[in-house]
């Protein structure tokens, strides 16, 4: 009898550590966005992380870290304590466009950090000032090889999405340098798309989205294979004369390396339930995002994700002006 009691006693103490982890949260959560509020990572990471807090029962609070086109804050998120209290909500940017980039980069995507899932793909978008001459994407393309001293691109700084897509833009027109704009994030940049003092951009869906039906910028195509049905009456890029430019951009949350698994299991669980509410679901379509598959929301599917467009991506921006 006595025997048992100390095997039971024992089996106890084992168990406690497990016991304080499954406490997980038990404070508020920070999702770290590498850009300024506005743009497309923050309004996602709101919409998500809002969910998010109900499932998790502490808030999920967006702490927006700007700088080196994302960078600053992804190194930030995904090199604090493993213990799931800093996440990060970054993009095909910050996670496969990044290590070709910033060759000295303190993070790394694909080995050094826990991926969650991914929240949306984000179509990209090339987009303009209202007032800019060109009216549609054929003229475009006429108009910026013949004015490349004079046009101005706005993009949240080298390596970010908008960057990274008009890049690939610029190097398929034969025009790899055109006079850039880099902002802290595409929000701050659409002010000045909208106000006219920068001619156009390559952005996400998601912020543009709403200006472009309200006509207060105007958009050549949509680089997808498919029109977005957020923006019916937008061309794909196909369909507009630049059927070689297609790219999809997305946005999805990483944490630190070596987080417990159960913190992780709890974060995907909160991720995949968010994605499966009603209004979030709405409110994401309603921007144009596309939900991502059950596989993609895996910490697994998403790696692969970031890893199949590092590899893609890595070759054209190594060898791309970065400016
Ligand atoms: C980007 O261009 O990388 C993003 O649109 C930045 C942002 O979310 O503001």
New binding site residues.
């Given amino acids: 009898m006595k025997k048992l009691a100390l095997s039971l006693t024992a089996a106890l103490a084992l168990a406690l550590p497990a016991q304080a982890q499954s406490k997980y949260p038990e404070r508020p959560i920070t999702m770290i966005v590498p ?2 509020a506005g ?4 309004i996602i990471a709101r919409i998500v992380g809002e969910n998010m807090s109900k499932t998790l029962g502490q808030q999920v609070v967006v702490e927006n870290v700007a700088g080196a086109g ?1 960078t600053t804050g992804i190194t930030r998120a995904v090199t604090a304590t493993p213990d799931g209290y800093t996440i990060a909500m970054g ?1 095909l ?1 910050t996670f496969s466009a990044a290590p070709a980039t910033y060759p000295g980069l303190k993070y790394d995507p694909i080995n050094g950090m826990q991926t969650i899932g991914l929240a949306g793909g984000t179509p990209i978008l090339i987009v303009a000032k209202k007032a800019f001459a060109p009216k549609d994407l054929k003229e475009f393309v006429t108009y910026v090889k013949a004015n490349t001293d004079k046009v101005n691109e706005a ?2 700084g080298v390596g ?4 990274t897509t008009c890049t690939l833009l610029k190097g398929q027109l034969g025009v790899p340098k055109l006079n850039s704009v880099a902002y802290r ?3 701050p940049a659409l002010n000045d798309l909208v106000s006219g003092q920068v001619d156009f951009m390559c ?2 869906i998601v ?1 543009v989205a709403e200006q472009i039906k309200a006509g207060t910028i105007k958009a050549y195509a949509i680089a997808s294979a498919e029109r977005s049905p957020a923006l019916p009456d937008v061309p794909t890029t196909k369909e507009a004369g630049l059927p070689e430019y297609q790219i999809e951009a997305w946005n999805g949350i990483a944490a630190p390396k070596g987080l417990p698994k159960d913190v992780v299991d709890k974060l995907v669980d909160a991720l995949d339930k968010a994605l499966n509410d009603e209004t979030v679901k709405k409110r994401l379509l309603d921007l144009g995002t596309v939900l991502p598959t059950k596989e993609e929301r895996t910490p697994a599917g998403f790696a692969a994700l970031i890893k199949r467009d590092a590899d893609k991506l890595s070759p054209v921006l190594s060898a791309a002006p970065k400016q």
Avoid: I
Avoid at 39 to 42: A, I, K, M, R
Avoid at 160 to 163: C, E, L, T
């Fill in positions: 850009f300024a743009g497309p990572t923050d994302g993009h940017g993009h949240a970010s999405v908008s960057w994030g595409t929000g952005d996400q912020s």
